[in-house]
């Protein structure tokens, strides 16, 4: 059974621009949630995703979205990117209520 | 609102020693637990989970974490390391609602000297 996979693994962007990152979840699991990970904050909840509507939201900026597709596929997006949004950002997907997350091994941003 | 603490950002043990990462949660009913390893460059791979079942659970790697209510803890042990064990080590923690949504502590490196 395949993993989590996330696309770009690896993308460098520069301060103003919009990137746009995709995450295909595990067959079968309909939840999908994104976390941010950087050095100073650690792991951060941003948002999930369930059957196409958002059921949680972290405390980001507005310039933080996503949205999920009927195949359960997600994607986010960040705009006007700022230097403080270079990260790893994580993919996890999900079946059970019990919160067992999978998770991808995430696109590295970096903003310049 | 729920928190974790994890003790210590860095844990040095010797090879074939005992390993023990220690993590207390905070919140008002018993919720779910879960530790996770991340290898660098990697994902976070679930090493084990509490959802009220046993309070002693045994995960993958020989580790096991025990769940203790009235200590607010979930510590995860092994009782020998591993060079293979050397990673970052997550708790975090879910509220027994809807929501698939984890707090994480900050993390506890495993460094296992040979």
């Known amino acids: 059974k395949a993993g989590v996979t996330q696309t770009p693994r690896y993308l460098i962007k520069t301060r103003g621009q919009q990137v746009t990152l995709s995450c295909s979840p595990i067959?079968?699991?309909?939840?999908v949630s994104w976390y941010q990970q950087t050095p100073g904050q650690g792991l951060q909840f941003l948002f999930e995703?369930?059957?196409?509507?958002?059921?949680n939201k972290g405390n980001f900026p507005g310039r933080f979205s996503g949205r999920q597709f009927s195949n359960s596929r997600s994607e986010m997006n960040v705009s006007t990117l700022e230097l403080g949004d270079s990260a790893l950002y994580l993919c996890?997907?999900?079946?059970?209520?019990?919160?067992?997350?999978?998770f991808g091994e995430g696109s590295r941003l970096t903003v310049l | 609102a729920q928190s974790v603490t994890q003790l210590g950002s860095h844990v040095s043990v010797s090879e074939g020693a005992l390993v023990l990462l220690r993590c207390n949660y905070s919140?008002?009913?018993?919720?779910?637990l879960f530790w996770y390893v991340q290898y660098p460059n990697q994902g976070l791979q679930l090493l084990l989970k509490?959802?009220?079942?046993?309070?002693l659970v045994k995960g993958i790697n020989g580790f096991e974490a025990e769940f203790k209510k009235s200590e607010t803890s979930f510590h995860l042990t092994k009782p020998s390391a591993h060079m293979s064990d050397a990673a970052e080590y997550f708790c975090?923690?879910?509220?027994?609602?809807?929501?698939?949504?984890?707090?994480f502590g900050s993390g506890t490196r495993l460094l296992v000297r040979p």
């Open positions: 996890a997907s999900s079946v059970e209520r019990t919160g067992e997350l999978f």
């Open positions: 067959s079968g699991h309909r939840s």
């Open positions: 995703y369930f059957s196409e509507t958002q059921r």
């Open positions: 919140s008002s009913v018993p919720p779910y």
């Open positions: 509490y959802t009220s079942a046993a309070t």
């Open positions: 975090a923690v879910s509220g027994r609602d809807s929501s698939y949504k984890l707090i």
